[in-house]
Structure formats: C-alpha cells, structure tokens
C-alpha cells in the first residue's frame, strides 16, 4: 500500500512541475496573452486582445492588401515614416483581424510636465496634427486635449478624427513622462478605442 501511494505523489509532483514550468495545457494561454502586451523601456503597457507586436516590413505588406482604404492606407505609411524619421527605438503593435488598427511607442523627449506645460504640448500637437490633415486632405476635427497623473507617470493626451469621405478614423497621441524618461504613443483605430485605461494602468520600473 505504501508503494502505491508513493507511486501516486511521484506521478502528481511530475505532472505538477510540468504544469507551472509551461508543459501543461497553460501554456498557449499565456503565450498567447503575452502578445499584446508592450514592454518598452521599463514601462508595461496592456492593449486588448488580439493586437501583436510586428515589424514595419510586415505592416507595409498588411496595407498593400487593403483595397476599400487608399486614403487611410497612404496616411498609415506616412505616420510609420515619421515615426521612423525620428531615428528612436519604436514599436509597432497591429490588431490582427484589421492592420487599420495599431499602436506606434517610441522614445521621446522628456518632458517635466505640469497643468501649464501640458496645455503647450497640447496646442503644439493639435497645431501640427491639423497642417498634416491639409497636407493630407482630410478632415481633421479634435475631440479632447487632457492631463492626468498615474501613480509614476504624468500623462498628456490629444484625441481627435481624421475624416476622407464617408471614412473616418479615431486617433490619439500620449506624451507620457515617466521614471525611465520620456516616451509617445500614435494610437489609430476605426472603432473609437483610444486605450486610455490601459495607460492609466502603465506599469513603470
């Protein structure tokens, strides 16, 4: 009886140590949860489901497959050459079922930002946003500008819509100035989801 009853804890203990350490049925779960989740200079940022880290190659060859978009499809490959033009690490985080809908993070200055300075910042995207709209020739129409605070970082926001048509996308920009420095968000979805809690729930090191 003794025997048996060894056999048995030696048989749970491995299938136990095989479950934490990823062999179990756990593991694709997490893998697939570690996708959408933006790790960038010792900041942790959650998206939703169904958004994954990619590479501008790949975004590229994503948007030459929509055909209903030229105009969006054209104004997505000039926010990646800015971005790319600012010569800083970046990211690029795409939702999967719709390349119309990702997420630029790169490193930007870094700014110590109160009330005044916020509404600066503010001015100066919602000035620059709008020339680009004409350069663009879309409609450009800003819906809010804000600051706020989490518990390690200051945050400003400018949320506005870009208009082609019958077409429309919502798009946000975060400056957020945090322990590790400063850091921007270009945040470009067709559904009206800006992520603002889950960068209110920014994790910084």
């Known amino acids: 009886m003794k025997k048996i009853l060894l056999l048995l804890l030696t048989v749970i203990c491995i299938t136990g140590c095989e479950y934490f350490s990823g062999g179990g049925s756990s593991k694709p779960k997490f893998a697939k949860f570690s996708k959408n989740t933006i790790t960038f200079r010792k900041n942790t940022i959650m998206l939703t489901k169904g958004y994954e880290k990619t590479t501008p190659e790949e975004f590229k060859a994503r948007l030459d497959s929509l055909e209903d978009s030229p105009k969006f499809k054209k104004i997505a490959l000039e926010e990646l050459k800015k971005i790319e033009n600012k010569n800083v690490d970046f990211q690029l985080f795409v939702d999967e079922r719709n390349v119309e809908n990702y997420v630029f993070i790169y ?12 509404a600066t910042v503010v001015e100066a995207l919602s000035r620059q946003l709008k020339d680009e709209a004409q350069s663009q020739d879309v409609r450009y129409k800003r819906i809010h500008g804000r600051f706020f605070f989490t518990p390690t970082s200051k945050i400003v926001k400018l949320k506005y819509l870009k208009g082609y048509k019958m077409e429309k996308k919502y798009q946000a920009e975060y400056i957020v100035a945090s322990r590790s420095g400063g850091i921007g968000l270009l945040i470009s979805n067709l559904e009206n989801v800006d992520f603002e809690s889950s960068i209110k729930r920014l994790a910084s090191k």
């Not at 490193?107 to 916020?118: G, K, M, P, T």
């Open 107 to 118: 490193a930007c200055d870094y700014y110590q930002l109160d009330e005044h300075r916020a």
